[in-house]
């Protein structure tokens, strides 16, 4: 429980009680969510706001595909894949952003996706706070069924 703790301060680098905080903390960072489309092709999504950042800024290549809700707070979600993406992963993994945000609950959902290349953040923002251009917007309703017949691999 303590070590749970001190992961999930680590990770938000916040100091544990034993004093140490992300730098000084010897527990590996948390990885990502990873799934397998229905085509085959990995997706990736980030737990919180430091794993989002680090998804998207260090896991990632500039030809893969990033999707986020459209101003709602939620996952960073990325499409391991530098061609054109088959439909039904790009649905699939606008369902999974929708599905890991605050909109979770709702239907008809907007989801943005662009080329991670596009996607910047703004010096001294907080974790996770992007700014991003070229996008195409999806509407989404998450459906759970869908979600569950993902692979999950981790």
Do not use: C
Not at 78 to 107: D, N, V
């Amino acid at each position: 429980l303590i070590r749970d703790s001190s992961r999930r301060k680590a990770e938000r680098g916040k100091p544990s009680k034993n004093g140490k905080g992300a730098k000084g903390s010897k527990l590996p960072p948390s990885r990502p969510h990873k799934y397998l489309s229905s085509d085959g092709i990995e997706i990736f999504v980030g737990k919180n706001n430091t794993q989002n950042d680090r998804l998207t800024f260090k896991q990632s290549a500039p030809e893969d595909t990033w999707l986020h809700t459209k101003d709602i707070h939620g996952s960073h979600v990325i499409i391991r894949f530098a061609g054109e993406i088959p439909p039904k992963t790009l649905e699939e993994a606008a369902a999974l952003a929708a599905y890991h945000s605050q909109a979770r609950g709702s239907s008809a959902i907007p989801v943005d996706y662009t080329k991670r290349r596009y996607v910047k953040k703004p010096s001294g923002a907080k974790p996770g706070s992007v700014i991003y251009t070229n996008q195409r917007t999806l509407i989404i309703t998450p459906d759970e069924d869908m979600i569950n017949s993902l692979k999950k691999l981790n």
